[in-house]
């Protein structure tokens, strides 16, 4: 059964980049049609969708934070990871990394997130 | 993109049945059918109960089940049990980039 495992700092300080690797256990990253997702949740909000990167180092981004939000992946460590940089008390918030799958049609769209990790909490202050 | 609007809260008693509407636009749920709901305890992380808005995953209830009707996406609680209360969130890709997709703000189910 394949589980995530986000690790990284829980303190960052205003300004400075946050970088959060996700661990893959249980099954490989380069498996199946699969991209890999982090979300965010802000104390007391909802679910927010960052970006997604594929196997290949493909990676999607969120317009609004496209500028400050890099997704990289390590095949050989079957880990992928998030940086976010220049960060503010707004980014404060848990950090989940998830499997994004999806459906074959005119092309493949992964639009689902099946394998969550148990999140990681960032703190910027 | 704009999250999907979902009312912030709804409830319901032991047995009964809740539906929580998930409104989006002719960009999002009214072009695709890509739609997905998820369940969130306290302090858990979400849990994947509804895909391409009816398709249950293994494992998840029938008491759980979806629909859409124009650009509005809808998940039905059957026979509620107590468990059920948590956060609720729906889902949609958005039609810009195949892995681009966008969230609700959420719904706080109470089973009274």
């Known amino acids: 059964q394949m589980q995530l495992q986000e690790s990284g700092p829980g303190l960052v300080k205003p300004s400075e980049t946050l970088s959060l690797t996700c661990t893959v256990s249980?099954?490989?990253?380069?498996?199946?049609?699969?991209?890999w997702a982090w979300i965010r949740q802000a104390p007391g909000k909802g679910l927010e969708f960052i970006g997604s990167?594929?196997?290949?180092?493909?990676?999607s981004y969120i317009a609004s934070r496209k500028n400050r939000v890099t997704l990289s992946v390590d095949r050989s460590k079957n880990q992928f990871s998030l940086s976010l940089s220049s960060v503010t008390a707004a980014d404060t918030a848990v950090y989940y990394c998830?499997?994004?799958?999806?459906?074959?049609?005119?092309?493949?769209?992964?639009?689902?997130?099946?394998?969550w990790g148990k999140g990681t909490t960032v703190t910027v202050s | 993109q704009s999250a999907l609007t979902q009312p912030r809260s709804v409830s319901g008693s032991p047995g009964q049945s809740v539906t929580i509407p998930c409104t989006g636009s002719?960009?999002?749920?009214?072009?695709?059918?890509?739609v997905s709901w998820y369940q969130q305890h306290p302090r858990e992380a979400p849990k994947l109960i509804i895909i391409?808005?009816?398709k249950r995953p293994s494992g998840v209830p029938d008491r759980f089940s979806g629909s859409k009707s124009g650009d509005t996406a809808s998940l039905t609680i059957s026979g509620l049990q107590p468990e059920d209360e948590a956060d609720y969130y729906c889902?949609?890709?958005?039609?810009?980039?195949?892995?681009?997709?966008?969230f609700g703000g959420g719904t706080t189910l109470t089973v009274l």
């Open positions: 391409e808005v009816t």
């Open positions: 998830a499997r994004q799958g999806g459906v074959a049609a005119i092309y493949y769209y992964y639009y689902y997130m099946d394998v």
């Open positions: 990167v594929s196997q290949n180092g493909v990676t």
């Open positions: 889902c949609s890709y958005v039609g810009s980039y195949f892995t681009d997709v966008v």
């Open positions: 002719s960009s999002d749920i009214g072009s695709y059918d890509y």
């Open positions: 249980g099954g490989s990253i380069t498996s199946g049609y699969y991209y």
